[in-house]
């Protein structure tokens, strides 16, 4: 047997059709090895080309931004402010399955202005979506947790966690985004807002290009208190989606609306 190494069939066809010479394409077996192979190029070309376009976008829909969004008195002020950090951010690919993934990313480009919390097809799609990313969270918390566990100095607080994905323009990059913030604060970051529905306080915010973000957390804040108001019970759009609201504080989600997701982290000290 000759430890010549032997030529692909693509091989031999470029370097062929690198010379002029195309007369292989009369051979039905060529003709038959090409057609097979489209599939598969013509797959290549459309991610590149989708690929290119989302890049000059700025549209990432296969990440998930990790944010956690913080609220909390000025030092040596009266006033307060509002600003946010990324904790971490996962690749849906490393943490959904493909279908799992294609759902979620399906439902981003689904959210606007007025609804821009992530919803997909059936509310327990929506939870199981919530509670995979919750568990990377709860990951990152492992040495708090333990801690507990063994008795040691520990914090623990009860954060609240949903989907959101920008469609305004103000959005820098346009990525699905775990929202996170404490839940006392959401309830104060609330209340404070509310004289001033329509505007922002120029105060609570360090940098003007974080209005947009500013005023889709007021908006969470505002739609959260109002889903776990125990005096009420009401339908959540859209209709056919939600049960009615029935809110129980040591739950880890809203029943009947998963938009919302509360999760208890822990830190060492």
């Not at 981003?108 to 919803?119: D, G, L, Q, Y």
């Not at 360090?206 to 005023?215: F, L």
């Not at 959540?236 to 609201?245: A, E, L, S, T």
């Amino acid at each position: 047997m000759s430890d010549e190494v032997q030529p692909s069939f693509a091989a031999a066809f470029v370097a062929r059709a690198l010379q002029g010479n195309f007369s292989d394409l009369r051979r039905p077996e060529v003709m038959t090895e090409l057609l097979m192979s489209m599939p598969i190029v013509v797959a290549y070309a459309g991610a590149l080309v989708l690929g290119t376009r989302n890049w000059r976008k700025r549209r990432f829909l296969q990440v998930v931004n990790v944010s956690l969004n913080a609220y909390e008195p000025r030092a040596k002020t009266a006033s307060k402010r509002f600003y946010f950090r990324t904790l971490s951010e996962l690749q849906l690919a490393d943490i959904l399955p493909p279908v799992g993934a294609r759902k979620l990313r399906r439902a981003a480009t689904r959210t606007s202005k007025e609804a821009p919390i992530i919803t997909l097809d059936h509310r327990t799609s929506t939870w199981i979506a919530n509670n995979t990313i919750a568990n990377q969270l709860s990951s990152m918390c492992a040495g708090g947790f333990l801690a507990r566990d063994m008795g040691l100095p520990h914090e623990t607080a009860w954060y609240v966690m949903c989907l959101t994905a920008e469609s305004t323009n103000d959005a820098r990059t346009h990525k699905i985004r775990a929202m996170l913030m404490k839940e006392s604060t959401l309830r104060m970051f609330a209340e404070d807002n509310k004289e001033c529905e329509d505007v922002m306080r120029p105060s609570f915010v360090d940098n003007p290009s974080h209005k947009a973000r500013y005023e889709l957390m007021k908006w969470i804040a505002k739609e959260y208190v109002a889903a776990t108001d125990p005096t009420k019970v009401h339908e959540v759009p859209p209709p056919g989606i939600f049960d009615r609201i029935r809110y129980d504080p040591s739950a880890l989600h809203i029943k009947g609306d998963p938009r919302f997701f509360r999760i208890e982290l822990a830190s060492a000290v």
